[in-house]
């Protein structure tokens, strides 16, 4: 069974750091991308990094030169080092595993973890 668990939110100043971590666990064959999403209370949840096996990551504009994922050194772990914050990136934060398979493409969610940017 595949889990994703997420941790390291908080409450930080603007102009503050938090570094997220992502750690997932199961078996999986094949391709798969890892990434971050956001969700604000009443939006559906935004992309803010995705990276692919290939180390491809795909960054949102928002979080372009202020954010930076990375992968640990346990397999299928990554982490989000957010600078430079502000009050708009609060939100709710989910890892997410997607799986590819040929056929069909199938995510993985975490629980979450709270961010909340304010003074």
């Known amino acids: 069974q595949v889990q994703v668990v997420e941790s390291g939110g908080g409450l930080v100043q603007p102009g503050g750091s938090l570094r997220l971590s992502c750690a997932t666990s199961g078996t999986i064959y094949g391709r798969y991308n890892l990434g971050w999403y956001r969700q604000n209370s009443g939006n559906q949840r935004e992309l803010v990094a995705e990276t692919n096996i290939t180390g491809y990551t795909n960054y949102a504009d928002s979080a372009k030169g202020r954010f930076t994922l990375s992968r640990g050194n346990a397999k299928m772990t990554i982490f989000l080092q957010m600078n430079s914050l502000v009050p708009e990136d609060t939100g709710v934060y989910y890892c997410?595993?997607?799986?590819?398979?040929?056929?069909?493409?199938?995510?993985?969610w975490g629980q979450g973890t709270q961010v909340t940017v304010s003074s």
């Open positions: 997410k595993l997607t799986v590819l398979n040929p056929y069909v493409e199938l995510p993985y």
